[in-house]
């Protein structure tokens, strides 16, 4: 989903101290600053025909690179996407700009359960751009158990068939599902109890992949994986063999949002990009061509029958899901558990 | 590289650069600069300096991100990037010497045209020559479907996201660096001083061993340099080609910076340590190159 991430980090490593400012200030751009395969280019076009602002369109592959570069470049970026718990972090921290909802009225597209989360209750900061969970894909033409929850996928049967997200937190929150501990309850003292089922789980694990999981499975490296729904929801279209399950312990449901940062240089035409996109048919594009579960109900009435009903894009049933929320400096612990636990 | 030529002793002093020849030498100081020595700079102070919880630095000196070098975690894994860059040395070696020495000894016309042979792969770009990899090494790849087409194996092997792929992919990328010097080595030896080898009684392994090879060392050096020191740091491979699954020192510090750790104090102390681990490798083996008997 997100390679170009490798090829940034590489020029990073070399330019770390560069990341200056380089954009001059001129009244008609946009600086987007997205995830990589998250957002069309015909939308990004779209814009500018209509508006005649220039969008330059920078991407990342994970929440932590994004802040890794917007923290140390004030007045660089004009719209960031960050998920839940990193919008949460960043209002605590006054790194967000109000959003003018004058500006925005097709706000109203939004679905109300999608709306007034915890992290920010009044949307003064944020609105949600896509949604989805983190679940299990089987290949259930090689593996023929029925596989409810993380217990069954994590099985010394299926060494080296399993892929899972290179991604610490998300890994760490399956465990304490696994062990019945609220996955927003990350203290040392859960994570000192959660470590023996990791050191269980991860010998299993033949490949950590967060940018394209989808892409060990379809090679049949792998037979089982727990992967952003998007992703299963665009192995289910390839092939209807790729199964997508709710782990039964619970899982997570991610909520990425679209905000301004402070300080962006280029407010207005922020405001007018974000009701741009807010918009059903523009909307309806994203979702066609990342199959996430879209909040903006306007836009899903467009959707076909067909992108309904992949399982993987809109689960259905009362699956068990919660969002992350910001755990401030216990994520070092995170970090330190599992690096120390694929050390060895 | 090659210590030999240069004459130690008598320097005439109408040699020493002149203005002219510091203008000229101006802007590779200035490169030098601005993008070795301030970026260090900046690495060493901050790798005395600490984060705060969303990761940004925070000015107060600390010892610990050294400390935490030296963590056993973190021991390990520099233990075991050494290990692979050792290896994929050694392989490279193994494989490009040969090249090398016969690119060198081809006909004239004939050398340019292989040498291009090595470096037609860099016209394309080195992430897409590691998916290639992929294509070729996956359960359902290539290799496996050509040798169980062949009859030579039944079940597929294993070889992508395991240490192997690693490996292949590590000596893949460097074994260009390690032709190169070793090849202008080889291309300066003097046929005289082999044939006189021969006329002196040696036989093929003795010569290669006593005459050739340090002849050659020189190159050989240059190439290990070349080699080790990038496959030490390299993160993108083992990502792409080892599943994630192993982690190097160039993963952790990756991490450190736009990965999940985000501890620019942490991932600079383990940078200035790589950077003086290289700097007395470096020390390490000039010396023992000045020390090589020669002739």
Redesign the interface.
């Known amino acids: 989903m997100k ?1 170009m ?6 020029v ?3 330019f ?2 560069l990341g200056g400012n380089s954009f001059a200030a001129q009244s008609k751009t946009l600086n987007l600053f997205c995830w990589s395969e998250y957002i069309p280019q015909a939308v990004l076009d779209g814009f500018t025909k209509e508006t005649g602002t220039k969008v330059n369109y920078e991407t990342y592959g ?1 929440n ?2 994004m ?3 917007l ?2 470049s004030k007045g660089k970026y004009d719209l960031i996407v960050p998920s839940e718990y990193v919008v949460e ?1 960043l209002i605590k ?1 006054n ?1 967000l700009e109000p959003l003018d909802m004058s500006k925005i009225p097709n706000f109203k597209n939004i679905g109300s359960e999608f709306k007034g989360f915890p992290f920010d209750p009044e949307n003064k900061y944020s609105v949600p751009y896509m949604t989805g969970s983190v679940g299990i894909v089987v290949n259930t033409e090689k593996v023929k158990d029925d596989i409810k929850g993380y217990k069954d996928v994590f099985q010394p049967k299926f060494k ?1 068939r399993i ?1 899972v997200l ?4 998300e890994i760490v929150s399956w465990a304490l599902s696994m062990a019945g501990i609220d996955i927003n309850d990350v203290t040392p003292a859960t994570i000192e109890k959660i470590k023996p089922i990791l050191k269980e789980w991860l010998p299993l ?5 967060s940018d394209s999981p989808k892409t ?1 499975l379809l ?3 792998v037979d089982l994986g727990i992967v952003w729904g998007g992703e299963a929801a665009i192995l289910y279209n390839q092939d209807k063999k790729f199964k997508y399950i709710l782990p039964v312990e619970g899982a997570h449901r991610f909520i990425d949002c679209i905000a301004v940062p402070a300080g962006a240089p280029h407010p207005d035409a922020a405001m007018a990009f974000i009701n741009y996109i807010l918009r059903p048919e523009v909307s309806k594009l994203i979702s066609e061509a990342f199959p996430y579960t879209n909040p903006n109900v306007a836009a899903r009435e467009l959707l076909s029958a067909a992108e309904l009903a992949n399982p993987a894009s809109y689960p259905t049933g009362n699956p068990k899901l919660e969002i992350f929320r910001d755990i ?2 216990n ?2 612990s995170v ?1 330190k558990l599992m ?2 636990l ?3 | 590289m090659d210590v030999r030529t240069i004459p130690h002793a008598e320097a005439p002093a109408g040699r020493r650069p002149g203005a002219a020849g510091w203008m000229l030498a101006a802007p590779m100081f200035a490169w030098l600069v601005v ?1 070795v020595i ?2 260090t700079v ?1 690495l060493f102070v901050y790798s005395f300096c600490q984060r705060d ?4 630095l925070v000015f107060s000196f600390s010892l610990e991100n050294y400390a935490r070098v030296f963590d056993s ?1 973190y021991l ?2 520099f233990w075991r990037s050494i290990w692979y860059a050792a290896l994929t040395t050694v392989l490279c070696i193994v494989i490009g010497y040969p090249v090398a020495y016969f690119i060198g000894r081809a006909r004239e016309d004939n050398r340019n045209r292989l040498l291009m042979l090595v470096m037609v792969p860099f016209w394309t770009s080195f ?1 897409i020559r590691t998916y290639a990899w ?1 294509t070729i090494l ?4 290539l290799l496996n479907g050509m040798l169980q087409l062949v009859g030579v194996i039944s079940a597929p092997l ?1 070889i ?2 395991t240490p192997l792929a690693v490996v292949i992919g590590l000596v893949y990328a460097y074994v260009p660096f390690m032709i190169l010097p070793i090849y202008g080595s080889v291309e300066k030896l003097d046929n005289a001083l082999i044939e006189a080898a021969f006329d002196l009684g040696a036989g093929p392994i003795r010569a290669f061993s006593k005459v050739i090879i340090p002849l050659t060392n020189p190159g050989i050096i240059a190439g290990t340099l070349l080699v080790f020191i990038p496959s030490i740091g390299m ?2 491979i083992t ?2 080609m080892g ?5 190097m020192i160039g993963n ?4 450190q ?8 104090p942490f991932g600079s102390a383990l940078g200035i340590t790589l950077l003086a681990m290289f700097a007395v490798a470096f020390w390490l083996t000039t010396r023992k190159q000045t020390d090589v008997p020669m002739g």
């Open positions: 390679r991430h490798i090829i940034t980090a590489l990073c490593a070399v770390i101290t994970s932590e690179e802040l890794a570069k923290l140390p972090a921290r790194k080296n892929v290179n991604d610490n937190r694990v033949k490949v950590y992949d060990a090679n049949g490296d401030g400096k994520a070092t970090d690096t120390d694929k050390s060895h | 993008f301030a970026p900046i919880e969303m990761g940004e975690t390990y894994i992430l992929i996956k359960s359902e790849g294993e992508l996201y993160f993108a990502d792409l599943g994630a699954r192993v982690k952790v510090i990756q991490d910076f736009t990965g999940q750790a985000r501890d620019w």
